[in-house]
C-alpha cells in the first residue's frame, strides 16, 4: 500500500507548532497549536472552526497553547494547556468548561478515561489525580496515592492506558514504566514490571498504547518498538521490519497512533513515520 501526502493549508497553522490532532467519533480533526489555539476540521469538506482567545471565537479560550486534546466516552472533548489549565468543549460544542487548579504547579498535561468511566489526569509536576464531573460542568480532583519506595513515582507522567486483561494502569513517567493495580479506591501499589520488561537495556520510554486487540506497544528511548501481547504474557520487539529496525533501534519513538484499520504508526525522532499492518 501507498500513501499520498497532501499539505494543509490554514492560515492558523501554516506558521505555527502543531503539539497534537485527535480525531473524533464524528470523523472531525481536532488540532491543537502552539499559539493560535485550536481548530476542528470537517474532513469531507474542509471547512474549520477555529477557537482562541479571540473575543470573536465562536467558543473562546483563555490560552492559545492546547498541549494535548482527548474525547471521552460522553463525546466531550478535552484540551490541557502547558503551566496553564485544563477544560472540555461539551458534547453539543456549544460551551467551554474549566477545571480548577490542580497541584502546586497546576500543569495538567495527558487525559485519560478508563474502563469504568473514571477520568484519570496526568501532570507534569504533580503527580496523577482523578476528576470528578458533576452535573457536566462543576469539576474535583483528587490525588491518586501511589504506594511505592520511591517518593518521586509519578510525579511526571506523559502517557496512560489501561490494560484489558488485568485491569492495570499503565504509565510512563520520567522513572520509566509505572504499572498500577488498585488496592483501596483512590490506592494504588506499584506492580514489578519484570513481569513484563526483561533482558532489556531501556527502561525509558516516551509513549505507551492499546491497539483494538488489546495489545500495549511502547516507544521507547534507544530501542525502539515494544508489543506486550498478553497471551502470551511477553513482551518483545514488533517482529516485522528487519531492515527498518537497525534504523529504529538507534532512535528515539516519540509518538505511537492506531489507525481505523488497525494500522499502526510510528514517529521516530530524526528518521520518519514507520507504518505496520498487525
Not at 48 to 55: A, L
Not at 141 to 166: C, H, L, M, R, W
Not at 242 to 271: M, R, Y
Request: with cysteine; net charge neutral.
Amino acid at each position: 500500500n501507498s500513501f499520498t501526502i497532501t499539505s494543509f493549508d490554514n492560515k492558523f497553522i501554516d506558521n505555527d507548532k502543531v503539539n497534537c490532532i485527535l480525531s473524533d467519533k464524528n470523523g472531525n480533526i481536532w488540532i491543537g497549536t502552539s499559539n493560535n489555539g485550536l481548530l476542528k476540521v470537517n474532513t469531507e469538506t474542509y471547512e474549520f472552526e477555529h477557537y482562541s482567545k479571540d473575543q470573536t471565537s465562536k467558543l473562546p479560550l483563555r490560552n492559545n497553547s492546547i498541549i494535548n486534546l482527548y474525547e471521552d466516552k460522553q463525546g466531550r472533548i478535552w484540551f490541557t494547556s502547558w503551566k496553564s489549565e485544563m477544560g472540555f468543549i461539551s458534547k453539543d460544542r456549544k460551551t467551554v468548561n474549566y477545571a480548577p487548579k490542580i497541584g502546586v504547579y497546576n500543569n495538567p498535561f495527558r487525559i485519560f478515561q478508563d474502563k469504568i468511566g473514571d477520568i484519570w489526569v496526568c501532570t507534569w509536576g504533580d503527580g496523577v489525580y482523578k476528576l470528578k464531573v458533576e452535573n457536566n460542568s462543576s469539576m474535583t480532583f483528587t490525588p491518586i496515592i501511589i504506594e511505592s519506595e520511591n517518593s518521586n513515582a509519578g510525579k511526571i507522567v506523559y502517557s496512560i492506558t489501561q490494560d484489558d486483561k488485568f485491569g492495570y494502569i499503565w504509565m510512563i513517567s520520567t522513572n520509566g514504566l509505572l504499572i498500577l493495580e488498585e488496592t483501596a479506591r483512590g490506592k494504588y501499589h506499584v506492580v514489578d514490571n519484570n513481569n513484563f520488561i526483561q533482558n532489556y537495556n531501556s527502561t525509558l520510554f516516551h509513549d505507551i498504547i492499546k491497539d483494538r486487540k488489546g495489545n500495549l506497544w511502547l516507544g521507547s528511548i534507544s530501542e525502539g518498538a515494544f508489543r506486550l501481547e498478553f497471551k502470551v504474557n511477553a513482551i518483545n520487539y514488533f517482529p516485522a521490519m528487519d531492515n527498518e529496525l537497525s534504523t529504529i533501534k538507534q532512535a528515539n519513538v516519540t509518538n505511537a497512533c492506531i489507525l481505523n484499520n488497525n494500522t499502526f504508526l510510528l514517529g521516530v525522532n530524526s528518521v520518519g513515520l514507520f507504518r505496520f499492518d498487525s
